[in-house]
């Protein structure tokens, strides 16, 4: 099968990739279950690439029942090797305020009950994976170097705190994480990062921020209005860092 030059991984209020260009549905079951739905696989700045929406196409699935062992397996089956996944989330820090577009490089796991291996303990190899930097620097690289050459605002930096949900967190708790390190706090960057590393796939994460977390900043009460309008804005500039990412 014909590599792929690049497998994006959609986040909330990023079910689809407009400008991908003959596309085809690859559906199936893997070794470890069902995807979250159909890979389009098609072309854009001339180049292989392929989509999957983590929630499913419908936003159907929540945060701790996404099969992400299913996702990526399918993705690396279908000849990827490199995974840019985009993750809403929202902003702890003052860097990280709503419609920014932020490319952390470390990464907290609270989450819980999850399954975050592909080592099952039934046959197959055991992996200790190395994760101190769980973001790959070669692709974080790229990105911000086809942040630049588009023109595209990014926050390079920070730390990605990925908890449990599908309820946002308390105040109590963002404080927490304030203390602990987190700049942002989303419900998806845990286990997917982990599994990308165990199959070997450069992994970078663009998280798009769709408001405060509770307790920072203006601390206005958040909407599914305001959180998607946020999510539109800061993802105005994708089309433009994906075709320089691809060029």
């Not at 792929?4 to 559906?27: F, H």
């Not at 990280?96 to 009950?113: K, N, S």
């Not at 599908?166 to 304030?178: D, G, H, K, Q, V």
Request: one cysteine or more; charged letters at 20%.
């Amino acid at each position: 099968m014909d590599a792929i030059d690049l497998a994006i991984i959609g986040g909330t209020g990023v079910y689809r990739l407009a400008s991908l260009e003959d596309t085809q549905a690859i559906e199936g079951e893997t070794p470890y279950g069902a995807p979250s739905g159909p890979v389009r696989v098609g072309r854009l700045a001339g180049r292989r690439v392929a989509f999957l929406a983590r929630h499913g196409e419908g936003h159907s699935l929540p945060p701790h029942r996404v099969n992400y062992r299913a996702n990526l397996w399918q993705l690396e089956s279908l000849g990827a090797q490199r995974v840019l996944a985009i993750n809403t989330v929202g902003g702890i820090t003052e860097r990280f305020g709503p419609r920014v577009l932020a490319l952390p490089d470390q990464l907290i796991d609270y989450t819980w009950g999850r399954t975050s291996s592909f080592w099952d303990g039934e046959g197959g190899e055991l992996l200790h994976v190395d994760f101190g930097d769980p973001y790959t620097p070669s692709l974080r690289q790229a990105v911000r170097e086809a942040a630049a050459k588009s023109a595209i605002e990014l926050v390079d930096g920070g730390c990605y705190g990925a908890t449990q949900g599908p309820r946002l967190e308390t105040r109590a708790e963002i404080a927490r994480m304030r203390r602990d390190g987190c700049d942002l706090v989303g419900m998806t960057g845990m286990p997917e990062a982990g599994l990308a590393r165990e199959l070997g796939l450069d992994y970078a994460c663009l998280a798009v921020v769709a408001n405060w977390a509770a307790g920072c900043g203006d601390d206005a009460e958040i909407t599914l209005a305001d959180v998607l309008a946020n999510v539109d804005a800061a993802s105005a500039g994708l089309p433009a860092l994906l075709d320089a990412l691809l060029a």
